[in-house]
């Protein structure tokens, strides 16, 4: 069942979000380049101009046969020119067969079918055994929100222990455990309350909300998978237009939705223009309701407030790193794709604070030497794929911009693979340098491959120092870090000293931002000037803040280079941010570990996790093989042994068969079944070899105890 | 610092709160006994007679000598006189502090102080040490909302890790991960749309909003404090007021605080009446603003709509149990009492169902024979305190109402101990009659003795059919669970069939009313009615939702009893729930853990926390005696070896003394240190009896695994 799913548009996601919030603070206005999908589209584009020429043939063979038939041609004739009309017709069903198996991104027999029907047997089988429900699922549901199940809990909570040793424990990180109930002013700082926001259109008569995004989305892929007459120049644009539809401003949207006359999906009611909806929920902390708050988007921000005590708790001592698990909340405005876009959802997030002027990192060499799928910024502009790159390489070449970032994708691949993500659907995609914040220094996403397409599960993002001086700014606590020199350094420095009476005089209420913008030069910049003002006595100097251009005269500001003794140096740390989706890891292991095999009697095809022991729900299962008393009686003490040894097990004392009881442990990913067949020794079976091995009734508990936690495995036990 | 402080009136708590809710649901309106509280009140009560009467003879004296002056009595006689009123006045004095002291409920050397300044003492350590921090302090912080540090976050989450081994592991229960937001309906069914209310009293100039039974509690308890001129029976009304407060309506609260003239803390502004204000924080779900959502003010709700799938996922089985933990939300008015009292909290709630009709439990024999501190409802009633029991003969007298019940409660006991929680200082308080909602059959709370008094920190409710029945009428699904029957029984069954045209005819528009009260008799009444009619043709009859007695005669009803054969049994579960507020059991847990002991030079205090390995955020330290690289090594070196083994460890690698070191692990409750003083093997020290062995460097990381997860303990390793 494992197969490859390229899909040329990654979709929308939790990260993307958080990257148009981030975006949407940067000063780049350039436009997605999803260069790599563009690439896909060559054979498609050469499909449809084939499809175009063939039915130009087609119709011109059916005039012809109409003139033959007019002009009274005989019928061998014209049973000839039919015949070759229906040669041609049958190419057309070729290559209208291929188009639409190209468009899919599979291969001629249809893949989307396939695909949709291996997630549907995935998510039927989740959702019958509980894995995760529908939440208020008697009360009809809520879009967007989803229960984890017994088994789901389970998963999700061994994932949540690995995530804490690999991370938090191996790494000596600080982890902390912040509200979900945040005051405005926080997310103010942070940019939420303004900024993360989607475009939304309303039905001008029921009122229906849709996202304007999806909208046009939806109507582009229809028209590119259902017209296949379209014309490649018009199929070409409407893949410019889900190329750029992240970047579309509510006009540009607004324009688009009018042009195609895109109308409300249920209704076909006229839709309103696009307006941002702020994507948090918000609710009223204490009675007197004066003071908003909102549930966070993120986990991040409670590190970010807390960085001054975390700094001091660490003996004021760079780098460190914080962690954080927790809820997080996006009120979507509807939510699509099941488990992968959700209201409500746990995060894991990293916050690694790091000397900007150091970001070398101790255990880089353990990391240098893995090899695993990259996608490089030039990869994806030049429309090549993904490639197996060893990290150290990436490093040393310059793709990856430090050693600290590099050993999160490092860990990070560590992570996702011992969790059982398969490593050849797994790739680090670098952004674009319009999908980044103008702030960011460089971003990585682990990407896995599902049905859905690429899905962006892990954001590896250094932020530089952008978070820190937002919440120094709004709050007046300086979150800085101080680097004791161990004798006082002798430094020069730049000052800049505006002569604010002539620049009053001369720019009036301008002055504040000539003065700023002076004062903001870099250092080559104000020398720059100094000598120009030396030589011409004046200069044009453009201040970003006016939009114009204004003239600076030797007596408005004084620029020289003075030498002082420096005993420390004080500076904003920058932050490597690693945040997972931890819903979405799941779901996509789920994808990856699932599996069908005949049944012994090869009448049906039974389903199975192939969950690693260390995610897998429940460990061990325990059945008598018969329904017998004594049986039972050690079945319970297997059982209760392994308890003890903390190892989560089940008894089935059920009286089905055993071949049954088999295929139900195999379907929740346990990866070890105990039959109880003597009162001395039992029999252990593997899920996925069906190995079986004999091992005596005391030695059960430690067997599978090593087998489960990798201390053996089951290979040479 | 062991100390103890028996506080007369329990604090509202989270159970209070949630049983607020219950209890408003339920028709009994009894007053609130604290009874045991009352009791206390017998020496206070003599000691203010005593004082009064002493006042009195002051004053006699003081005006004999007046008498005398005037008189022109002798000095010798007058100042005889003067020694005997001075004399009288050390009484007082001595009855003064003996009242003081009785008030606080500690000994005459006034121990709310040493109470206040003891928890003084373990904040600033838990502050200074980041075992929590008030959350966006940068910002100035918001009421009710903390962070878990580092160390606090790791006691939580190995607090949280012990309960699900010991609950959810050891005892097969299936858990479930719910979303925070939900949506209006369900909280309509559950009740807390409509009843999960404080009242508040508003600030009639500023608007400022206050708890109204906050104000009259501090009203009172302050008068009772200083006002020792009080007389007895004010106090004693004052007393029976702060006894009955959570029962007070909103007429009655605002009456009293009209009554003692209490107006606005802050301002002295008059104040509003009292109004509900409900505690749930509101958001609206989807971009529409018309699905009203709550953010969840407990997890149980989760569960419950559940049941359904969970009943199938157990094989159609009863008795099974869910659990889940997870945040919670309350939207208090004005939190106070630091950690105890929260906006948002981590609950860990079990719903265990159960055939009301067989409440046995099959690991009941494994309970039975514990002891602790018991403290049944006849002992609260007749002013005695908690006694030493054995949970088998709670149950077997019937002080206890049912096995399952007692199997939680004793599970509960040792989950608490086991973490650390004093057993001198932990009782179970069985509710009164009156804080019990009609449906509940018997509750109990987990109470540990705080500085802050006996905090409610588990409560264990045998809530009947409750909460399923409440879901099944809101959602028309029926949250059943069926007994098949081995063969088909026969049962008499009770059939009462009200003769509408009668009952219209007599009744008119309340005619429905009558009918569904007819239809709800149960059997004896059904039985005694149907004899009366038959001798007296008519028969007086009860209407509660009419408020009055009707006539109904013979024509009206017909009552008969049929036999049929029935092949199963359909009932609806009853649900006991143990409901755990994590966050109050670590406070408590910080308080019971904490002691104080001289440096070595006995110079000065220092704290420990005598965490037991279970909890501790950390397990071991590791120190090089001296700052040499290659102790640093084999540090760094043991360090590894103890991550690997699943041992959380911190290396301090300053070069601070030994002694500072150790002071500062021990402020962290870290039960292991190991100083490398050589490099071949290196000295363990205990951090409570400061023992200290010597373990080859191989060997450490095995012996502290060993004592940490208690597979050998420190008195034999």
Redesign the interface.
């Known amino acids: 069942m494992r197969s490859s799913y390229p899909s040329p548009l990654s979709p929308p996601s939790l990260h993307r979000i958080l990257l148009r919030l981030r975006h949407s603070l940067s000063t780049t206005t350039a436009t997605t380049a999803a260069a790599a999908a563009a690439m896909a589209t060559t054979t498609e584009d050469s499909l449809r101009q084939a499809l175009a020429a063939k039915q130009s043939t087609i119709d011109a063979s059916g005039n012809a046969i109409r003139q033959l038939k007019s002009a009274g041609a005989s019928k061998s004739e014209i049973d000839e020119a039919v015949k070759a009309l229906n040669a041609l017709k049958l190419e057309k069903t070729s290559i209208e067969n291929q188009l639409k198996a190209s468009i899919s991104g599979g291969d001629a027999n249809g893949s989307v079918v396939s695909r949709e029907a291996f997630r549907q047997a995935v998510v039927n089988t989740l959702e019958r ?2 894995f995760y ?1 529908p ?5 009809r549901g ?2 967007g ?6 088994p ?3 998963v ?2 061994n994932v949540l ?1 690995f995530w ?2 690999h991370f938090v ?2 790494e ?1 990180m ?10 405005e ?2 997310l103010k700082a942070s940019g939420h309350v303004d900024k993360f926001t989607d475009l ?1 259109v309303k039905d001008e008569k029921t ?3 849709y996202r304007a995004d999806h909208l046009l989305k939806d109507h582009c892929k229809d028209k590119l998978e259902k017209d296949l007459a379209l014309s490649a120049e018009k199929a070409a644009e409407l893949k410019h237009v889900l190329a750029v539809l992240d970047d579309l401003s509510a006009e540009q949207l607004g324009a688009k939705i009018k042009e195609y006359g895109i109308t409300a999906p249920d209704t076909k009611n006229p839709l309103s223009d696009p307006y941002p ?1 702020n994507l948090m ?8 309701g004066v ?1 908003t ?1 909102y ?1 966070r988007p993120e986990t991040a921000q ?1 590190i970010f ?2 960085f ?3 700094y001091y ?1 660490n ?1 004021n001592k760079l780098p460190f790193a914080a962690a954080q698990i927790g ?1 997080a ?1 996006r ?4 939510p699509r794709q099941g488990l992968l876009r959700v ?2 959802f746990t995060l894991a997030e990293i916050e690694h604070f790091v000397d900007p002027d150091d970001k070398s990192h101790p255990k880089y060499s353990e990391v240098e030497n893995l090899k695993f799928l990259m996608f490089p910024r030039d990869e994806q502009m030049s429309g090549q794929s993904a490639k197996r790159l060893r990290l150290g390489d990436a490093v040393s070449k310059g793709i990856v911009n430090n050693q600290t970032l590099a050993y999160f994708i490092g860990r990070v691949y560590l992570f996702l693979t011992r969790l059982g993500i398969n490593e050849e659907r797994l790739r680090f995609r670098q952004h674009l340098p319009n999908e980044m914040a103008h702030y960011a220094a460089d971003c990585w996403d682990a990407e896995i491959e599902s049905s859905y397409g690429w899905i962006e599960c892990v954001g590896i993002a250094d932020r530089s120092a952008y978070d820190l001086r937002a ?1 120094t700014d ?2 007046g ?1 300086a ?1 800085v870090a101080q680097e004791k020199f161990a004798e006082p350094k002798e430094v020069e420095k730049l000052v800049i000293t505006p002569v604010k009476k002539e620049l009053g005089l001369a720019f009036k209420g301008s002055q504040k931002m000539v003065v700023e913008a002076l004062e903001a030069m870099k250092e080559k910049e104000a020398m720059d000037m100094k000598a120009a003002l030396e030589t011409k006595g004046e200069v044009e100097f453009e201040v970003c803040t006016l939009q114009k251009t204004v003239t600076i005269k030797k007596n408005m500001v004084s620029i020289s280079k003075e030498k002082k003794k420096e005993h420390q140096r004080v500076f904003t740390p920058s932050v490597i941010e690693p945040s997972f989706g931890i819903g979405r890891i799941i779901y996509c292991l789920y994808e990856h570990s699932f599996y069908m095999r005949p049944s012994k009697a090869g009448d049906e095809q039974l389903n199975v996790f192939r969950f690693p022991p260390l995610v897998a729900p429940i460990k061990c299962t325990v059945f008598p093989l018969v329904q017998n008393q004594q049986y039972e009686e050690v079945a319970k003490q297997i059982s209760r042994s392994l ?1 003890a040894a ?1 190892i ?1 097990n ?1 008894k089935d004392i ?1 009286g089905t068969s055993i071949g049954k009881r088999y295929a139900r442990t195999d379907e929740l990913g346990v990866p070890f079944a105990v039959t109880v067949d003597s009162t001395s020794s039992v029999t252990i079976r593997e899920r996925d070899s069906k190995d079986q091995i004999r091992v005596s009734v005391e030695e059960v508990a430690a067997v599978v105890k090593d087998v489960s936690e990798g201390r053996s495995t089951w290979a040479i036990s």
């Open positions: 055994r509980l429900i939440s208020f699922k008697i009360y809520v879009a929100l989803y229960d984890y199940g017994p789901g809990c389970a999700k909570s222990a804490r040793q424990l191996e000596d600080l982890e902390v455990d912040c509200p979900c109930v945040t005051p002013v926080v939304m009122g229906t909300c909806f929920f918000q609710t009223s902390i204490g009675p007197s003071s708050g549930m409670g407030v807390n001054r005590d975390l708790y003996g809820q909340f009120n979507e405005i509807s209201r409500e919440h709004k709050s606590i979150l308890t903390g989560s089940k059920t």
